[in-house]
T-cell receptor, first 116, second 112 residues
Framework: DADVTQTPRNRITKTGKRIMLECSQT?????MYWYRQDPGLGLRLIYY???????NKGEISDGYSVSRQAQAKFSLSLESAIPNQTALYFC???????????????FGPGTRLTVT | GQQLNQSPQSMFIQEGEDVSMNCTSS?????WLWYKQDPGEGPVLLIA?????ELTSNGRLTAQFGITRKDSFLNISASIPSDVGIYFC????????????FGSGTQLTVLP
């Protein structure tokens, strides 16, 4: 079974609708992240959470909100979707690498969101 | 914020050839990571580099962490069709943030 799962995998929604993307992990990691991927732009960080009580804005948080319901669950919401939020969305978790301090991030399979 | 310049943007190579791609940064990073993304999937970690000058291999993949801590390269030897995909570099700072900054990716196509 996958360590990081995302639902839904694909979603088409209309402008102005509220939508939630969900992420679950079984890696036991405290840190979780939401990224957005657009063609030619790589991955950009939306929000990240270091534990259930710690939520931080990333590079492009405007128009998004998150909820860390449990260590294993981190959801991303678009309160009022707009067409330029059409993108691939990835959840990631991170934990210590083999040398202790540095983290290695592991990604879910992604959600393809289209806002019409 | 930090910016990573990844090159080339795309590559078309013959099966069996070696491949090299690199990332440069205007900032110093403490960790460099290389990921591969297959179509419809999330990025998968290939190699992690933690120390300036470090050279690490993973099968046919070799990556190095530049001495200046501002660059890294990834080499793939004897390419095969399943090497097709997008390769991303990512730099990470230590400290409480631990955020990754990603390059824009190198799209690799392997021709039979």
């Amino acid at each position: 079974d996958a360590d990081v799962t995302q639902t839904p995998r694909n979603r088409i929604t209309k402008t102005g609708k509220r939508i939630m993307l969900e992420c679950s992990q079984t890696k036991g990691h405290d840190r979780m992240y939401w990224y957005r991927q657009d063609p030619g732009l790589g991955l950009r960080l939306i929000y990240y959470s270091f534990d259930v009580k710690d939520i931080n804005k990333g590079e492009i948080s405007d128009g998004y909100s998150v909820s860390r319901q449990a260590q294993a669950k981190f959801s991303l919401s678009l309160e009022s979707a707009i067409p330029n939020q059409t993108a691939l969305y990835f959840c990631a978790t991170s934990g210590p690498g083999p040398r202790g301090n540095q983290d290695e991030q592991y990604f879910g399979p992604g959600t393809r969101l289209t806002v019409t | 914020g930090q910016q990573l310049n990844q090159s080339p943007q795309s590559m078309f190579i013959q099966e069996g050839e070696d491949v090299s791609m690199n990332c440069t940064s205007s900032s110093i990073f403490n960790t460099w990571l290389w990921y591969k993304q297959d179509p419809g999937e999330g990025p998968v970690l290939l190699i992690a580099l933690y120390k300036a000058g470090e050279l690490t291999s993973n099968g046919r993949l070799t990556a190095q962490f530049g001495i200046t801590r501002k660059d890294s390269f990834l080499n793939i030897s004897a390419s095969i069709p399943s090497d097709v995909g997008i390769y991303f570099c990512a730099g990470q700072l230590t400290g409480s943030a631990r955020q990754l900054t990603f390059g824009s990716g190198t799209q690799l196509t392997v021709l039979p």
